[in-house]
C-alpha cells in the first residue's frame, strides 16, 4: 500500500525560478513530514521537515508547506540552481517514529 | 567523518549465494533502520533495532533475510540464496530516539546489491 505519493516522476525547470515538488499522502495519523534528496550513486540526505502543528516551515531556499485538509505537501526552492539537480523524495512517519514512508521520488532537472 | 557508513558498496554475486553487508551508524545514535530501494522506487522499509532489540520487521523481509545489531553498535543484513529479485540497493540509516521534536533519518550511501 502506497501512504506517501508523489505523482510527479520528474519536472524540469530553468534556473532561477520556482520548483515546486509535490507530495500526497493517505494516512492521516502521519505528523511528521520530511523532504530528502538524493544524488546518484549515494544515499538520501535530509533537507527540511514540518510538524502537522505548522503548516509552512522554511529553510533559505527551501519551504515546505503542509495542507492537512488535503493530505497533500509541497516543496518549494527558490530560486532553483543547476546543483538542485537531484532526485526528491517525500517521507512521513506518525508520533512513534518507528518507520517512515517514503514516495517514489521526483527527478528535478535545473537547466542552466 | 561521523556520518553512517555501509560495506560494501557494491557487491556482485551468483544467484543461490549469501552476501552481507555491514552498517555502521552514527555514534550517538539508538535507532538503526535498513531500507531497500530498486530503480524508480523510493526507500522500502525493512527493518529497525533500537539498541540492540529488533523491533520491527516489514513482511518484505522473506525468511532468507537476516539482520543483527549486536551490543546495539553496528548492524549486519545477511542475504541467503540469492535471487535476482534481490538486486537492490540496501540503505541503512540511523536516528536518535527523542520523547519529542525531530528525529530525521541520517542515510549511509548505500550498498548495491546486483545478482546474476
Known amino acids: 500500500d502506497q501512504q506517501v505519493k508523489q505523482n510527479s516522476p520528474s519536472l524540469s525547470v530553468q534556473e532561477g525560478r520556482i520548483s515546486i515538488l509535490n507530495c500526497d499522502y493517505t494516512n492521516s495519523m502521519f505528523d511528521y513530514f520530511l523532504w530528502y534528496k538524493k544524488y546518484p550513486a549515494e544515499g538520501p540526505t535530509f533537507l527540511i521537515s514540518i510538524s502537522s502543528i505548522k503548516d509552512k516551515n522554511e529553510d533559505g531556499r527551501f519551504t515546505v508547506f503542509l495542507n492537512k485538509s488535503a493530505k497533500h505537501l509541497s516543496l518549494h526552492i527558490v530560486p532553483s540552481q543547476p546543483g538542485d539537480s537531484a532526485v526528491y523524495f517525500c517521507a512521513a512517519n506518525t508520533d512513534n517514529f518507528n518507520k517512515f514512508y517514503f514516495g517514489s521520488g521526483t527527478k528535478l532537472n535545473v537547466k542552466p | ?116
Not at chain 2, 551468483?14 to 524508480?40: A, M
Not at chain 2, 545489531?69 to 540511523?94: H, N, V
Open chain 2, 1 to 116: 567523518d561521523t556520518g553512517v557508513s555501509q560495506d560494501p558498496r557494491h557487491k556482485i554475486t551468483k544467484r543461490g549465494q549469501n552476501v552481507t553487508f555491514r552498517c555502521d551508524p552514527i555514534s550517538e545514535h539508538n535507532r538503526l533502520y535498513w531500507y531497500r530501494q530498486t530503480l524508480g522506487q523510493g526507500p522500502e522499509f525493512l527493518t529497525y533495532f533500537q539498541n540492540e532489540a529488533q523491533l520491527e520487521k516489514s513482511r518484505l523481509l522473506s525468511d532468507r533475510f537476516s539482520a543483527e545489531r549486536p551490543k546495539g553498535s553496528f548492524s549486519t543484513l545477511e542475504i541467503q540464496r540469492t535471487e535476482q529479485g534481490d538486486s537492490a540497493m540496501y540503505l541503512c540509516a540511523s536516528s536518535m530516539r527523542l520523547t519529542s521534536g525531530t528525529g530525521e533519518l541520517f542515510f549511509g550511501e548505500g550498498s548495491r546489491l546486483t545478482v546474476l
